[in-house]
């Protein structure tokens, strides 16, 4: 791979791991905004279940845990909350929540008289924090609870620990544990940022490589476009030439009806270039689906005729073009430019394609209300490894030879069937012939 | 009076290269596909062929082919009118025997150079391109 698609390629993989890690963080976030809400309930839930009053003989009234729970909870809460609603994804939001978080395990280990299994809050809120696989959040949740330990350890060891007096290695013993978990929570976390990198560089290095092959087509379709274009331009260029210099050259010579020859030769041609640019528009059209369609109700067989007799002015005097259609068929919707399109590249083709001396049938029928042709010429036949390829655009049978063709008929031909809702189905024997069946859906409203 | 046959399977162009040729005082002969050019060389045994390659049945490869393989017409110089401008296309031709090579669209000047260049015995391919000749 040539070193500026190398770099691409990693700035890709650098794009597509810093947006998933944004996504994840957001994620995280919110997650925490709805477990904060969550904890602060819980908290003032323990409060009015363990300590719901004070008493001083019969009068009574909340104990201070309750107002605890709803105040200083809900003021714990509330900045971590509205950041991570706010401004999730940002590393600071992230901190403020690690904190939040470690002061609500404080709370909570107070509000129920520092039961031991409250403390294991402190390590479900850092399996948690490793959601944002990113070990910096935990310092600050490992530094809070290891401070409160500490100082209220040591003026008040009965919220903390439950006892009215602690051992001062009962702090380095709860930090100590929190360190443990952390140096697991960081490998885990390092791995997985590790996977989303890895995760990213293989998407990267997919979509680079899809975009090759694309590049690679378009590549291959320009080269068709520009050898079409070439040899099809060429022809036309060269009467149009040789025209206008024969008048330039020897219009002394020549009677007015030459001149007037030469003149609608030029004419003619223009009108063939002109056609051609038709077809590259048509298909770029239709490959925008942006093609015309309007159908109407039209007398099937007559339009046929028409078509047949002009496919008739392109073969060779001795082949012989057969049609055959029934008498009487119903009017039909169809569009009829694009019937035009179909019938009239099938029949130019199969007698382009054909020997001088072959026949070439059309059959036109009209079944449960479609319309149906049949074309079947005794010509070349399409390969068996270009029938996948026949109807896209500039492609032409590999055993064509030096037979003239822009290799857009048959890919108008099939996007014209196909905005007609119809299908269109090939049969061919190399050196024997093909058969081509086009089966026109008839469109809704708009029947005869 | 000096015989020119063109094969060329296009009306238009093997019109206009007939009444060019015949304003230049050439007695022009036309075939309009492979077979028919082949049986008039034999017949006619013209002085220059001008034979289009991409024709319908029998290309101009395989007409060249078959004036080089019969003894009546094997001698005869034979330009190559086409409009396939790749190299491997003008080598290709020139291996089969082909002794000059020209490209459409192409001016009445380099047509009538082509055939000059074949009637003084020249060797060169030529090309209205204006690219150096080619030794057949």
Redesign the interface.
Known sequence: MDPELTQATERRALALFRADQQRLHQHTDHLFAGLMVLQWLAGIAAAFWISPRAWAGTVSWPHLHVWAAVYLGGTISLLPIVLALVRPGRLSTRLVIAVGQGLTSALLIHLTGGRIETHFHVFGSIAFLSFYRDWRVLVPVTLVVSADHLVRGIYWPESVYGVLSASGWRWFEHTGWMLFEDVFVIASCRRGVREMRSIATRQAELETANALVERGKLAELRSRFVSMA??EF??P???????C??LV??ID?MTAE?RRD?LA?IE??VQHMTGLLDDVLTIGKADAGKLDFEPAAVDLKRLCEEIVAEAQTTAAATQRLLFACADGLAPVAVDPKLVRRILGNLLTNAV?YS??DATVSCQVAVQDGQPVFEVRDQGIGIPTEDRARLFEPFHRGTNV????GSGLGLAITKKAVEIHGGTIAVESSVGKGTTFVVRLGCPEGARG | MTTILVIED?D??R???E??LG?EGFTVLAAD?GRTGISLAQTHRPDVILCD?????L???GTLTALRGNGATATIPVVLVS???EEADVQHGLALGANGYL??????DG?LAAIQEQLAGGPAASSSTGKAPQTA
């Not at chain 1, 030879?401 to 003239?404: D, E, N, S, V």
């Not at chain 2, 390659?53 to 049945?57: E, G, K, Q, T, V």
């Not at chain 2, 490209?103 to 009445?108: A, L, N, R, S, Y």
């Open positions: 070439s040899h060429r022809t260029l060269t009467t149009i030439l040789a025209a210099q024969s050259r020897y010579h030459q030469r030769k003619t041609e382009k020997p001088v030879g030096k037979i003239p | 296009n238009a162009i019109e206009e290269m009444q060019i304003f596909n390659i991409m024709m319908p049945h290309d101009g490869y409009a396939c401008r490209t459409k669209p192409f001016t009445v047509l």
